[in-house]
């Protein structure tokens, strides 16, 4: 079953704490992504991988960090989050036309 | 850089209503647009995918319609129920950029 797998799903953490949330795709997919939604925001593009090794901004990055050594997976990392992070983040993998999301990760920082 | 609105916001109807659901994009230059449906604080369920080369597509009781030239989208849901109740979003490829949703609930 094509999956877009994400942990944890919800994760409560203290301000500057480093926490890592990970992604990982089972359909050989090149492209994925990392994004934030807020209320009345909808989501927004953190980053996004093209391929495994290449890695660029989307329209909010600051503050978080991506890497991407294999191509199934896709981790995001908060090297020192901060409450205005919390909110609710999803992974998606693609191949050309069609997206896949992952299940979203809850995230709140306190 | 390309922007997505979605409208209205939220919508309530009554059960069996026929809805529409619009979606405006300012670059026409899209190769597809998606619609989704998010159930509260879930993952996205993709309802829909037109390619840049249609016109519609047609899933059960919903049909997705692609304007490029004029930079509009509409998803129709015919004979509305409770299930439905859920938020709706478009979104623009390559770079996938979202609205910010339709929030529909239908009551019994």
């Known amino acids: 079953e094509a999956q877009v797998t994400q942990n944890p799903r919800y994760l409560i953490t203290v301000t500057g704490k480093k926490l890592t949330v990970t992604c990982s795709q089972n359909m050989n997919h090149e492209y994925m992504s990392w994004y934030r939604q807020d209320p009345g925001l909808g989501l927004r593009q953190i980053y996004y991988?093209?391929?495994?090794?290449?890695?660029d901004k989307g329209d909010v990055p600051e503050g978080y960090k991506v890497s991407r050594k294999e191509k199934r997976n896709f981790p995001l990392i908060l090297e020192s989050p901060s409450p205005n992070q919390t909110s609710l983040y999803f992974c998606?993998?693609?191949?050309?036309?069609?997206?896949?999301f992952g299940q979203g990760t809850r995230l709140t920082v306190v | 850089k390309q922007e997505v609105t979605q409208i209205p916001a939220a919508l309530s109807v009554p059960e069996g209503e026929n809805l529409v659901l619009n979606c405006s994009f300012t670059d026409s230059a899209i190769y597809n647009l998606q619609w989704f449906r998010q159930d509260p604080g879930k993952g996205l369920t993709s309802l829909l995918l037109?390619?840049?080369?249609?016109r519609e597509q047609t899933s059960g009781r919903l049909n997705a319609s692609l304007d490029k030239s004029s930079g509009r989208s509409t998803l129709y849901i015919a004979a509305s129920q409770p299930g439905d109740s859920a938020t709706y979003l478009c979104?623009?490829?390559?770079?996938?950029?979202f609205g910010a949703g339709t929030r529909l609930a239908v009551h019994p």
């Open positions: 979104a623009t490829y390559n770079k996938l950029i």
């Open positions: 991988s093209m391929n495994v090794e290449v890695t």
């Open positions: 998606a993998s693609r191949l050309n036309t069609e997206a896949f």
């Open positions: 037109i390619q840049s080369s249609q």
